[in-house]
């Protein structure tokens, strides 16, 4: 395993626990303050912009937790058909939030037409389909992020192209096999 590999399963540790507290962690409500008795309150309120998110690293593979209190990612691009088996991404994330908005698609292929029509064709364009499959807010513990996956009972077999976008600004495909 190659060190940045090794760098990527360790922090992912981390990342697990520091995941599991966040969620056990109520969220404080972004309110603003009450302005203060006579003084005018501005109708415009200065918003400061998003910071910038940036990919610096993102692997896909699969987990192995078959160690107790130690998880182990290995890159790859094929998971095994089996039911239980877990796998999923890590992304190294370049920016100051302290959590990010991740969403994650299924990316299809064109859907087939069951019949050939001439005029239709020339009306519709093929449009790749996506389904949402998750959308969460996720921390980053020593810039990483991660998702996590286990194959379930009566998945089929195949090839997979899954989105990942984070904050609306960056996004990584990822390609890979079920067999």
């Known amino acids: 395993m190659s060190s940045r590999a090794t760098q990527l399963a360790t922090g992912l540790l981390a990342l697990l626990c520091a995941g599991i507290a966040a969620a056990a962690t109520p969220a ?3 309110t603003p303050p009450e302005p203060a008795p006579g003084k005018a309150e501005s109708r415009q309120e200065a918003k ?3 910071a910038a998110v940036e ?3 993102a692997e896909f593979g699969t987990f192995d937790a078959s160690a ?3 998880l182990v990612f290995t890159p790859g691009n094929v998971v095994p058909h089996r039911e239980g088996q877990r796998y999923g991404w890590v992304i190294e994330l370049r920016g100051g939030k302290r959590s990010v908005a991740v969403r994650e ?3 299809q292929g064109a859907v087939a037409k069951p019949i050939e029509d001439p005029l239709s064709d020339s009306l519709s364009i093929p449009v790749a389909k996506r389904n949402q499959v998750s959308q969460r807010q996720l921390v980053p513990v020593d810039n990483l ?5 286990a194959i379930g ?3 089929p077999a195949g090839h997979r192209h899954l989105r990942v976008v984070i904050e609306e600004q960056a996004a990584i495909d990822f390609e890979y096999d079920v067999r």
């Open 105 to 107: 698609e299924y990316v």
């Open 55 to 57: 990919i610096v690293h």
């Open 48 to 50: 400061a912009p998003s």
């Open 145 to 149: 992020i991660f998702g996590e996956w």
């Open 28 to 30: 404080a409500k972004d």
């Open 153 to 155: 009972p009566k998945e």
């Open 68 to 70: 107790p209190d130690d």
